[in-house]
Every structure is written in C-alpha cells, then in structure tokens.
C-alpha cells in the first residue's frame, strides 16, 4: 500500500499544495486531474521521492519507475542501452525482449532521436517496466502525440500495468484516459492553504 500524507507544499511564500492524504492500495490505477499548474507534477515528484522539501511523509516500495511527459532518453545510447543502463541486471535477451513486448523489435541498436516521439515513449515504457516496479508514476506520458498514436500507447499501458500487477499514479488532463486506464479518479482543485484533492 502507498500512503500520501502531504501536510502542505510551498516555493518561497507561494502556497501550492495543502493537505493531501491519499492511499494507494497494491495494484489500484489511480488518476489525478486538474488544471495546469495546479500541483500535480509537484505532487507525483513528492511521491517519488524526487522533492523532499515538503511538509508530510510518504510510504512507498523501494521498486517504482517514472515516466515524464518527456521521454528523458540518452540520445547518445541504443534502445538497449537505454535500458540496460538503469537495469544493470537486465540481460541482453531480457532487454530485447522488453522492446519488441513494446513494438519495437530490430531497434536495439537505433539511437533515440532516430526514433518518432512515438516510438520514444514506447522506448521509455520499456525502461519503466523492465525493472518490474511495484509502482509506476506517469505524468502526462501522451502529451503531444496524435489521437491514434496515444490510443495505441494507452492500450499497451493498460496491457503492461495488468501483466505487471503494479500500482499506477496517473497523472492526465484527458478524462477519457483517466478512465480507461484508471479505476479511480481524483482531482486537483485550488484552494487558499494550496491544492487540495476532490
């Protein structure tokens, strides 16, 4: 279970989170909406442990994975380097195998921007699930992409989040993926005291 206890968030005098208590139980999808600039990228580095200057506590497992609404890629390395470098213990054969499970079969050896946006976030989905996180954290990952495009992406992460049983944090503006991809949807509204849940 992920426990979110966020007792307030703030840069400098700007208030920008207030009291989020959240949980998150063991393989529940759970999406959070909002409008831009609300908190919602701030709340999902919280829960990851990227941003500890915050009022509050989260509990959370060791193994989680983050995928931005960048694909955050090593331009300078292969599709399989990609992966192998954030899982070492990754095999060769594993890594491949990952990739052509994301659509990206012969690519091990193309480098990043060789690749389509699509393709890319394929290439980050890969990362994220090769290590098999007990939680993944997505923060707008079709953003910019085509209704077709994010379609097919969408499909193959709700595909991958069921075969790998882990709990998702989703973070969208688009209802409708909140709702294929998620069993539960909260949202974000402002508040005098910062962001709280609704």
Not at 82 to 94: D, I, R
Not at 156 to 184: N, Y
Request: aromatic share 4%; proline share 5%; net charge neutral.
């Amino acid at each position: 279970m992920i426990q979110i206890r966020v007792e307030g968030k703030s840069f400098g005098a700007l208030k920008v989170l207030g009291r989020i208590h959240l949980q998150i139980q063991a393989g529940e999808r759970v999406a959070l909406t909002g409008p831009s600039g609300i908190g919602k990228s701030t709340l999902l580095r919280i829960v990851a442990g990227l941003d500890q200057e915050f009022e509050g506590q989260i509990s959370r497992p060791d193994s989680l994975a983050i995928v931005f609404q960048e694909p955050t890629l090593l331009p300078w390395r292969t599709a399989l380097d990609n992966l192998k470098l954030v899982h070492p213990m990754l095999s060769t054969s594993q890594a491949a195998s990952m990739l052509s499970r994301v659509g990206l079969e012969y690519k091990e050896d193309v480098f990043p921007l060789q690749l389509s946006l699509g393709q890319q976030r394929r290439l980050s989905l890969a990362r994220a699930f090769s290590g098999n996180p007990d939680l993944l954290i997505m923060d707008e990952p079709y953003a910019s992409l085509d209704k077709g495009t994010a379609q097919k992406m969408l499909a193959l992460t709700q595909d991958l989040v069921k075969e790998h049983a882990c709990s998702l944090l989703f973070v969208t503006h688009a209802v409708e993926e909140a709702e294929q991809l998620c069993s539960r949807t909260l949202t974000l509204t402002a508040c005098p005291q910062g962001a709280q849940l609704s």
